[in-house]
C-alpha cells in the first residue's frame, strides 16, 4: 500500500483544515487507517484510527471532540477533519495502514506509512 496525504497547510487558531489520504495498492478497504503527528525533538504521536469498514474510531484525548477521521473506500482515501484548531496542533501529519487498529492505536509495528504534510496553526 502506498499512502499520499495531502491536505496541510497554514490556518489561525480556531480555524479549520481537512487531510486526505490517499492510498493505492492493495486492497484499501482491508486496512485499518490511522493519523500521527509529530513535531521536532518529539516523538511521533497517535491522533486517530478507524477500523476497517468504519465500524470503529478512535481518538487521542487531545483531539478527542474536534477531530473526525473518516474513510471513503470508494476513493481510498481516509479524512481527518481537524476544526476549532490549536497552536499546539502545529506538527508534520503522517496517516498509515495496519491490518490492526489497534497497532495503530499502539503506534506498535505498522505496516505502511505515508508522507508528511505540514500542519501550522497560528496564535
Known amino acids: 500500500v502506498q499512502l499520499q496525504a495531502s491536505g496541510g497547510g497554514l490556518v489561525q487558531a480556531g480555524g479549520s483544515l481537512r487531510l486526505s489520504c490517499g492510498a493505492s495498492g492493495r486492497s484499501f478497504s482491508s486496512y485499518a487507517m490511522g493519523w500521527f503527528r509529530q513535531t521536532p525533538g518529539k516523538e511521533r504521536e497517535f491522533v486517530a484510527a478507524?477500523?476497517?469498514?468504519?465500524?470503529?474510531?478512535y481518538y487521542a484525548d487531545s483531539v478527542k471532540g474536534r477531530f473526525t477521521i473518516s474513510r471513503d473506500d470508494s476513493k481510498n482515501t481516509v479524512y481527518l477533519q481537524m476544526n476549532s484548531l490549536k497552536p499546539e496542533d502545529t506538527a508534520v501529519y503522517y496517516c498509515a495502514a495496519d491490518t490492526g487498529v489497534m497497532n495503530l492505536v499502539r503506534g506498535h509495528h505498522i505496516d505502511f506509512w505515508g508522507q508528511g504534510t505540514q500542519v501550522t496553526v497560528s496564535s
Open positions: 478507524i477500523s476497517w469498514r468504519a465500524s470503529t474510531t
